[in-house]
């Protein structure tokens, strides 16, 4: 597709389980971005991959949070345990080179 | 830690009038993006600001960049009702070897707008 592809678009789960949130990068764009957005707040960064590797993840707030993109290209943010915390819209970006970053529609996730 | 910060957050407007959103930021950067959200939409990237005194315009919107006094501001001429939504102004910190930006974007809480006829 031409833009950054998220799935789900909306997710609801129970406190405890496990969530899988998946993104689809615009085609060629090397740098991949995950951010959580809350209600009523502007947007935080959690983790950057270039390429496949993890560049910086120190915006994710603990250790059942979890991002991979194994093959440079789609990327999974992984939630472990998940708290009524973590309801928020979760949104990936891309871009090229430095160009600026292109955003999806985002995953919204509700945690019961 | 940088901050970035929003005024007004709420802003009601009649159409046809203007008004300025300003954002404020507390660490040096010379890469300021606008972006604009509708209700359960994703990001709209309006504006890109490169350098200091970098001035854009796209219709009724204007932004301009001071990097000196770290600030930027989002213009609105004449506002007609297709503009309400919130805006956010961004900040990218981490300019690397030879000016690279790592897209590492810190936001501020964001300005919502509504235009009433």
Not at chain 2, 106 to 113: D, E, P, R, S, Y
Request: hydrophobic share 35%.
């Amino acid at each position: 597709g031409a833009g950054v592809s998220q799935t789900p678009s909306n997710k609801v789960t129970e406190k405890g389980k496990y969530v899988e949130l998946r993104c689809d990068p615009i085609s060629g764009h090397t740098a991949l971005y995950w951010y959580r957005q809350s209600l009523g707040q502007g947007p935080e960064f959690l983790i950057y991959f270039q390429g496949t590797g993890a560049a910086d993840d120190s915006g994710l707030p603990n250790d059942r949070f979890f991002a991979v993109r194994p093959e440079g290209s789609v990327s999974t943010l992984k939630i472990q345990r998940t708290e009524r915390g973590d309801s928020a819209v979760y949104l990936c970006a891309s871009r090229r080179d430095a160009g600026e970053l292109f955003f999806g529609e985002g995953s919204r996730l509700t945690v019961l | 830690e940088l901050k970035v910060e929003q005024n007004p957050l709420f802003l009601s407007m009649q159409e046809g009038k203007n008004y300025t959103i300003y954002c404020n930021y507390s660490t040096t950067s010379d890469r300021l993006y606008w972006y604009r959200q509708d209700p359960g939409k994703s990001l709209e990237s309006l504006f890109v600001l490169l350098s200091n005194g970098a001035v854009k315009q796209e219709g009724r919107l204007m932004a301009s960049l001071d990097t000196k006094a770290r600030l930027s501001t989002l213009h609105i001429t004449a506002a007609v009702h297709d503009l309400s939504a919130t805006y956010f102004c961004a900040v990218d910190p981490n300019i690397g070897a030879g000016g690279t930006s790592y897209g590492k974007l810190t936001f501020g809480q964001g300005t919502i707008l509504t235009v009433h006829p």
